[in-house]
């Protein structure tokens, strides 16, 4: 599978969203990651599909929306309006997993599940069938600039060989931590989509991005 490297724009200057996000076209992203936060799945808040809608007029980049909201089935038209390529939903955020999943892709976007630190693959294993993306979070939800938490890597593996045994073709990804170090460690369990926020905006972005590009 493709290595993709999807810088965070939770990690990018508010005030200056459109500037950064052509800067990272530029400097040859291969998608933008777009943090949804509500205050209540996490605590903390960011922006809606508003943001998403006057992002897309400024790049032709893949917009890979990460929502860390309670029951995202609600805001699927909405996101697939504003010009997301794919929408990413918490197994732990709604009642109803699969029917969200499907009702995403039945909005023409591609489909992502995500599991938080604490949830083991069992849980998303039903619905694996149906999705272009499994993303592993290698932090807990809701803030950049954690530490990357390595025992993640086993579910990693366990979704690599799922994928292997069931001739399954989802994207692995991970987020939280990833830097020129762990992004290696990822590599090696099977992840092939990389998030990564602080390490990519705190220097120069076209420099932090071939840091990592290097080790893949
Ligand atoms: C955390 C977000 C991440 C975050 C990663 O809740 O989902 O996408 O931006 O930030 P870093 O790379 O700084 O860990
Ligand atoms: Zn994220």
Same mark, same amino acid.
């Given at each position: 599978? &493709? ?17 950064? =996000? ?8 291969? %998608?933008?990651?777009?943090?949804? @936060?509500?205050? $209540? ?15 897309? *007029? ?8 990460? @929502?860390? *909201? ?19 939903? $918490? =197994?732990?955020?709604? $009642? $109803? ?7 995403? &892709? ?6 992502? *599940? ?10 998303? &294993? ?6 272009? @993306?499994?993303? /592993?979070?290698? /932090? ?12 993640? @890597?086993?579910? /990693?593996?366990? %979704? ?34 990389? *998030? ?21």
């Amino acid at each position: 599978m &493709k290595n993709k490297i999807a810088p965070s724009i939770l990690s990018a200057d508010f005030g200056n969203f459109a500037r950064d =996000v052509k800067r990272l076209e530029s400097a040859g992203a291969d %998608l933008v990651h777009i943090d949804v @936060m509500d205050g $209540h799945f996490v605590d903390n808040l960011t922006f809606g599909a508003g943001v998403v809608s006057a992002l897309r *007029v400024q790049t032709h980049l893949f917009f890979d929306v990460h @929502m860390m *909201v309670e029951n995202p089935e609600k805001y699927v038209e909405d996101f697939a309006k504003a010009g997301a390529d794919s929408m990413s939903i $918490h =197994v732990e955020a709604t $009642h $109803h997993i699969h029917g969200a999943l499907q009702k995403i &892709k039945n909005a023409g976007m591609k489909a992502s *599940v995500v599991i938080n630190p604490g949830t083991p693959v069992e849980a998303i &294993k039903t619905v694996l069938p149906l999705v272009d @993306m499994v993303l /592993v979070m290698t /932090v807990n939800p809701g803030f950049g600039g954690q530490k990357f938490i390595p025992e993640m @890597m086993d579910k /990693v593996r366990e %979704l690599a060989q799922i994928r292997t045994d069931k001739k399954l073709d989802f994207e692995i990804e991970v987020d939280g931590g990833i830097d020129d170090q762990t992004i290696k460690v990822a590599k090696a369990a099977g992840a092939n989509v990389f *998030v990564a926020g602080s390490f990519i905006f705190n220097g120069e972005v076209e420099k932090n991005i071939e840091k990592l590009r290097v080790n893949l």
